[in-house]
């Protein structure tokens, strides 16, 4: 018999999808329980190496958010409230970053440290080694950060900017009546009003920092995620590499709690006022020239730049002819980020299906804990997973090993993005289905039936638009990748990160500029969807 | 003298075929309060946003306090007008507490002073003790009261209210309608009111002044608004309205009374000078009065509407078919 709202009990169903999110969430238990392991080296790393992955990953994390701030609050503000040359443009394409994977962003700006080198040069003659040494350190920070504020400022960008289109504009301009100017008006009506999701945009960016690889890597600044790697494959030593994950997990859990609880402090938004969109002031001349460096300027650094360097290698790269082994690459990428977007795909809405109506405590826990994977950095689930299948391969004790095969690389996605499908799905169920699924019930269909004729083909489009952003993010990824991939299997990221590693940047460029290719496929419609779900055209 | 002045304004926004307001002219005098009415789109709020200098006219001049804030070269930004605004809910911030409200538009004066002002507006709207609330934590009607209360904060020339009692229940709409009044007229503030509701405009308004299709189509004092409309579209602004029957005109009332109101009506059983003789032809109840529709002996009862009678709910009974006559009561 099917289950109604108002009468949820622990069915078939639910039973089968709650124990997938176990499995969902057993990388992350299992790194959690490996912060209890103890091993020789443990005292070493500790000593040594771990006070400089914690205060590396903490500088990071506030420059490249005070930075991305920086970037993306006066965008946002002036496209949603102004009106000036190229605003329309600057609305949609300021997204763009996104499409950039830090490290392929990393591998365009790789050449500056290069072209700096007489300014080093002229500074040690000048002010002796020392001084060498911190504008060396201070070049690779200061780049490192740019890098990555540049291609995640769009995060708070987003937020900001669909809080700042649906502010309340009698709330505006009543400041304004009160005599206060725009600017007055921008830090203490708007920013405080948008606080919440300003926040929510920082905390995407901060993760985003401490899940970082590739870029670290590159430009030499090794943080926590850095050092599992480091750990794990220069020292061997799986212990530490364990315990450092679930440092980071621990670290992820606490800012998730943080940017929880702050989101609780939500009440005193007036819902009850009447929302009508901002209408946009025109700026003069001085102004309009204003606003273009504020929208330009992040733009280029985050997306003209390294797209205009990228495509420039990549021109060099092609003009003899394809190299022989891209396309077999191209391939084996895009059929592996299809069949994990299917996988994953199947299980968001497996999840989200089950999850209808159901007030259950401990299923909503489960259920939360299984998409917790999003937060946490690619090396650390795919230490879980390691953990998990080693284990695995030892209770099965029997020549075939399921680590190391395209299997744990898939699981590892599933751990990580399972978020990213189950989101737009679950919003999708909500807003499309409302009680269909009770009402064919009461028409006689038990539940498998209801899901096959009613909820499925109304799906069809929340459930493309959590594949196609699924892809994106299989295609981009590259610390669990290259933990987990089998010997020799390589993808577009793994590819385009080995070979700016072994300073073959200029071959690098190709797959990398495939990867931004079909990002920006993505991004566009999927931004054009965002605008459209509020904010004034 | 005169406070707000408006000479041939008029606005049209991007891409619209006719203007939303068209060659307004209009004066407020200072402590006057005058009552904007009119249909949905008639163009209310457009001019309430223009004098408020959150829209610009297309053509036409503004003056407040006789200096030129728009039109003819001249542009007064809102906040530099000294013009307060009260939004239909308030509108106020919801991160700030009520004294941070008030407080908002206070500027250039000591601690002192500003905590003195603070209190005597708090005081004046009788909300001292919600002083440290937050918005979401007052009923509709305490959050009208402190919008206004930081309407006035400044000191503005005038003050102006977009529908502040829309969306309040009838009891509390009324309570706070005397209240905001009141208030108004104990600081003495020049005041336009925009509302779509008549009987508010009339209990509130020194005058009022009737917008339809961005036109200004009467204004006055409100009592000869009320009782000498220029024409149906005013009329029925303020509830039902008879046209004057074609065997009255001129007998009974003369030029100048095209409409009449049904409660300036009275039903006869008897013949008498001046009267018109009518038949009933059906009643409605109306609560605390009967509604009495009758239609002159001899009229093409398929053409004609019938006109309405308002009368005493405990006064004759008067049943369907019979014969009266009807009569004008003298307006005191």
């Known amino acids: 018999m099917g289950i109604g709202r108002a009468e949820w009990r622990w069915d078939r169903w639910l039973i089968g999808a709650g124990l997938l999110c176990l499995v969902v969430v057993a990388p992350l238990v299992a790194v959690l329980f490996g912060l209890g392991q103890t091993g020789p080296e443990w005292g070493h790393v500790a000593s040594t190496l771990l006070g400089d992955y914690l205060k590396n990953t903490a500088i990071l994390a506030i420059v490249v958010s005070l930075l991305a701030l920086l970037m993306?609050?006066?965008?946002?503000?002036?496209?949603?409230?102004?009106?000036?040359?190229?605003?329309?443009?600057?609305?949609?394409?300021?997204?763009?970053?996104?499409?950039?994977?830090?490290?392929?962003?990393?591998?365009?700006y790789l050449q500056i440290p290069e072209m700096l080198i007489p300014t080093l040069v002229w500074v040690r003659e000048q002010f002796g080694v020392d001084a060498f040494m911190l504008a060396q350190t201070l070049l690779r920070y200061g780049l490192l950060s740019v890098v990555l504020a540049s291609v995640l400022f769009p995060y708070i960008y987003l937020s900001a900017r669909t809080s700042f289109a649906h502010h309340n504009r009698a709330l505006i301009e009543a400041s304004q009546m009160l005599g206060q100017s725009g600017r007055a008006t921008f830090f203490r009506i708007a920013l405080p009003l948008s606080r919440p999701a300003i926040i929510a945009g920082l905390s995407l960016v901060v993760?985003?920092?401490?899940?970082?690889?590739?870029?670290?890597?590159?430009?030499?600044?090794?943080?926590?995620?850095?050092?599992?790697f480091r750990t794990w494959f220069g020292l061997e030593d799986r212990v530490s590499a364990i315990r450092l994950a679930g440092l980071v997990t621990l670290i992820v859990l606490v800012l998730i709690g943080l940017e929880y609880a702050q989101r609780g402090k939500r009440s005193f938004a007036d819902a009850r006022t009447e929302e009508r969109p901002i209408e946009r002031c025109r700026l003069g001349r001085i102004g309009g020239i204003f606003a273009v460096i504020c929208c330009g300027l992040p733009l280029t650094a985050g997306f003209l730049y390294p797209a205009w360097?990228?495509?420039q290698w990549s021109l060099l790269n092609l003009r003899d002819s394809v190299p022989s082994h891209f396309l077999p690459m191209l391939g084996r990428s895009l059929a592996l980020a299809a069949s994990a977007s299917l996988m994953i795909v199947s299980v968001g809405f497996l999840l989200a299906f089950t999850a209808r109506g159901c007030q259950s405590r401990s299923w909503k826990g489960l259920l939360r804990a299984a998409?917790?994977?999003?937060?946490?950095?690619?090396?650390?689930?795919?230490?879980?997973?390691?953990?998990?299948f080693g284990n695995f391969d030892q209770w099965l004790d029997s020549n075939v090993l399921l680590s190391g095969t395209l299997l744990a690389v898939l699981f590892g996605y599933l751990t990580r993005f399972l978020a990213v499908a189950y989101q737009p799905i679950s919003a999708g169920m909500d807003r499309l289905c409302g009680r269909l699924d009770e009402a064919s019930q009461l028409l006689g269909d038990r539940r498998g039936r209801t899901f096959g004729r009613v909820i499925l083909p109304l799906m069809r489009r929340p459930m493309l638009a959590a594949g196609m952003l699924v892809f994106v993010d299989v295609l981009k990824e590259l610390p669990l990748t290259m933990i987990l991939r089998p010997a020799n299997f390589e993808t577009l990221a793994t590819k385009a990160f080995g070979l700016a590693k072994e300073g073959r940047i200029h071959e690098g460029a190709l797959p990398s500029l495939a990867i931004v290719m079909v990002g920006i496929v993505v991004l566009i419609p999927l931004n054009r969807s965002l605008r459209g779900g509020g904010e004034q055209a | 003298m005169t406070c707000l002045e408006l000479k041939g304004v008029s606005k049209r926004y991007d891409g619209a075929v006719q203007d939303?307001?068209?060659?307004?002219?209009?004066?407020?005098?200072?402590?006057?309060?005058?009552?904007?009415?009119?249909?949905?789109?008639?163009?209310?709020?457009?001019?309430?946003?223009?004098?408020?200098?959150?829209?610009?006219?297309?053509?036409?001049?503004?003056?407040?306090?006789?200096?030129?804030?728009?039109?003819?070269?001249?542009?007064?930004?809102?906040?530099?007008r000294g013009v307060g605004l009260v939004f239909q809910e308030g509108a106020l911030f919801p991160h700030m507490t009520v004294e941070a409200n008030v407080a908002y538009g206070l500027r250039g004066l000591s601690k002192e002073e500003r905590m003195a002002r603070l209190h005597y507006l708090l005081a004046m709207?009788?909300?001292r003790a919600a002083a440290l609330r937050y918005p979401h934590e007052l009923s509709g009607g305490e959050r009208q009261r402190i919008a206004l209360a930081r309407a006035l904060a400044p000191n503005p020339k005038m003050v102006?209210?977009?529908?502040?009692?829309?969306?309040?229940?009838?009891?509390?709409?009324?309570?706070?309608?005397?209240?905001?009044?009141?208030?108004?007229?104990?600081?003495?503030?020049?005041?336009?009111?925009?509302?779509?509701d008549t009987q508010d405009a009339l209990v509130i308004s020194d005058r009022l002044a009737i917008l339809r299709d961005g036109q200004l189509v009467q204004h006055g004092p409100s009592r000869d608004v009320y009782h000498t409309p220029n024409d149906a579209y005013c009329a029925r602004l303020f509830g039902p309205a008879n046209a004057l029957p074609e065997a009255w005109s001129g007998v009974a009332v003369g030029k100048g009374r095209p409409w009449i109101r049904p409660r300036e009506l009275e039903l006869l059983e008897n013949e008498a000078p001046g009267t018109l003789e009518v038949q009933v032809h059906a009643t409605q109840f109306l609560?605390?009065?009967?509604?009495?529709?009758?239609?002159?002996?001899?009229?093409?009862?398929?053409?004609?509407?019938?006109?309405?009678?308002?009368?005493?709910?405990?006064?004759?009974?008067?049943?369907?078919?019979?014969?009266?006559?009807?009569?004008?009561?003298?307006?005191?």
């Open chain 2, 125 to 127: 709207v009788n909300l």
């Open chain 2, 287 to 332: 609560g605390d009065q009967l509604g009495v529709l009758v239609y002159p002996i001899g009229v093409d009862r398929a053409h004609e509407e019938p006109l309405l009678v308002h009368e005493d709910l405990y006064g004759h009974l008067h049943e369907v078919g019979a014969t009266r006559w009807i009569r004008l009561r003298s307006i005191v």
């Open chain 1, 309 to 311: 360097k990228l495509g």
């Open chain 2, 20 to 80: 939303a307001l068209h060659a307004l002219d209009l004066e407020i005098e200072e402590g006057e309060i005058l009552g904007v009415v009119g249909a949905s789109g008639s163009g209310k709020t457009t001019l309430l946003r223009l004098v408020a200098g959150l829209e610009s006219p297309t053509t036409g001049e503004l003056r407040i306090g006789g200096l030129k804030v728009a039109g003819g070269g001249a542009w007064v930004p809102p906040e530099k």
């Open chain 2, 160 to 196: 102006l209210l977009d529908e502040p009692f829309s969306n309040l229940d009838p009891n509390l709409r009324t309570y706070l309608r005397d209240q905001l009044l009141a208030i108004i007229r104990k600081v003495n503030a020049t005041a336009l009111v925009v509302t779509h």
């Open chain 1, 72 to 108: 993306a609050l006066p965008a946002a503000w002036l496209v949603v409230t102004h009106e000036f040359p190229g605003r329309r443009v600057f609305e949609w394409a300021l997204v763009l970053p996104l499409a950039f994977p830090t490290y392929v962003a990393a591998l365009a």
């Open chain 1, 371 to 388: 998409t917790l994977g999003y937060a946490m950095p690619g090396a650390v689930v795919a230490v879980g997973v390691m953990m998990v």
């Open chain 1, 207 to 228: 993760m985003e920092v401490l899940n970082d690889y590739g870029a670290v890597n590159l430009l030499g600044v090794p943080t926590l995620a850095d050092g599992v």
